[in-house]
């Protein structure tokens, strides 16, 4: 059973520019939710996925936006890079609300 | 609205000592309590959940925690840490009802002495 992986590892971008982030959840879960972690600060919630629909979502502008397959994987997407963006992205699978969340390893995404 | 507070922000334990790492929690009913563990360049991996019962929760490698519903507090403790214990860990709250959405604390780094 493999876990959950994300691509890439690192990115670096210029201010005003759009990024795409993947996330390939475990086997069998239907669920994928998505944080932004922030240099010596926790995780935020952006928002969540569940069979393709979006079904909660943090406090973070539209320019945050995603994506699920049919086949549960995700795409964290964001147009018009600020410099605040700057952070580690992580992504997590479940089998459905309140499920034990698998979190991946995350990208680093750096602004510049 | 949700918040958690987890207020040592840097603990120095020695190997074999005990730990407890403090987390209070704002919620208008029984939330959803989490402690996750995080180690450099991994991701977040979960110790530990409570959602009803037992107020004295048993997780992975060792750690426990304790929901007291009357000081808003989910501490995690171990009775004798490990050198490999070394991480940062964050406390976290749910809302029951609502989706997977997690309210992180801003995490506790713990460093092992030998």
């Known amino acids: 059973e493999t876990g959950v992986t994300q691509s890439p590892t690192h990115l670096i971008k210029t201010r005003g520019q759009q990024v795409t982030l993947r996330c390939s959840s475990q086997?069998?879960?239907?669920?994928v939710s998505w944080y932004q972690q922030a240099l010596g600060q926790g995780p935020q919630f952006i928002f969540q996925?569940?069979?393709?629909?979006?079904?909660g979502r943090g406090n973070f502008p539209p320019r945050f936006s995603g994506l699920q397959f049919p086949n549960y994987s995700s795409e964290l997407n964001v147009n018009a890079l600020e410099l605040d963006d700057s952070a580690l992205y992580l992504c997590?699978?479940?089998?459905?609300?309140?499920?034990?969340?698998?979190f991946g390893p995350g990208t680093r995404l750096l602004v510049l | 609205a949700q918040s958690v507070t987890q207020p040592d922000i840097h603990i120095t334990v020695s190997e074999g000592a005990s730990l407890e790492l403090r987390c209070n929690y704002s919620?208008?009913?029984?939330?959803?309590l989490f402690w996750y563990v995080q180690s450099p360049g991994q991701g977040l991996q979960l110790l530990l959940k409570?959602?009803?019962?037992?107020?004295l929760v048993q997780g992975i490698k060792g750690f426990e925690a304790e929901f007291k519903r009357s000081q808003s507090s989910f501490n995690l403790r171990k009775p004798s840490v490990h050198w490999s214990d070394a991480a940062e860990y964050f406390c976290?709250?749910?809302?029951?009802?609502?989706?997977?959405?997690?309210?992180f604390g801003t995490g506790t780094l713990l460093a092992v002495q030998p």
């Open positions: 997590a699978s479940s089998l459905g609300d309140w499920q034990t969340q698998y």
């Open positions: 086997s069998g879960h239907n669920t």
């Open positions: 996925y569940y069979r393709e629909e979006e079904n």
């Open positions: 919620y208008g009913a029984t939330p959803y």
């Open positions: 409570y959602f009803s019962g037992d107020t």
């Open positions: 976290a709250v749910g809302a029951r009802g609502a989706t997977n959405k997690l309210i």
